[in-house]
């Protein structure tokens, strides 16, 4: 399976986030949190992600787009797993994750905290189908 992020699997509706913040479940790893709602996609069998860094916490916009260059690549490499369960349980996933320091972490790091998200997201949701 390709590590690619295309534009499908990109969260962009206002409609879906809005409603991902409002009754979605949050799990989180300091500097990173994950807000994810199953079945709430068009398309079957799908994960949608979309990516964030407050302005109030990192002020300047080169340091804001790095960040986010950063955690979407460190989902890129890492949402595999995720892209498996979803596949064989036959459900969609929204998912928005937020960047919460106010200091800008390196790539290592911010990896080990996607990926260990991403495992107690893979972990939720075998729980919520038992």
């Known amino acids: 399976m390709p590590n690619t992020f295309p534009k499908s699997e990109k969260l962009k509706s206002r409609k879906a986030i809005k409603s991902l913040f409002e009754g979605g479940i949050r799990i989180g790893k300091f500097p990173v949190q994950v807000f994810y ?5 068009d398309e079957a069998n799908g994960v949608k992600a979309g990516f964030s860094v407050s302005k109030r916490k990192v002020r300047s916009a080169v ?17 595999s797993g995720l892209l498996e369960i979803t596949r064989d349980r036959g459900i969609s996933l929204n998912v928005f994750w937020v960047y919460q320091a106010t200091e800008e972490f390196n790539f290592t790091e911010i990896e080990s905290k996607i990926s260990f998200l991403i495992n107690r997201l893979i972990e939720q949701l075998q729980e919520d189908e038992k």
């Open 37 to 41: 709602l199953p079945g709430d996609t």
């Open 63 to 79: 340091n804001r787009n790095r960040i986010k260059r950063l955690m979407r690549e460190a989902y890129r490499l890492n949402k």
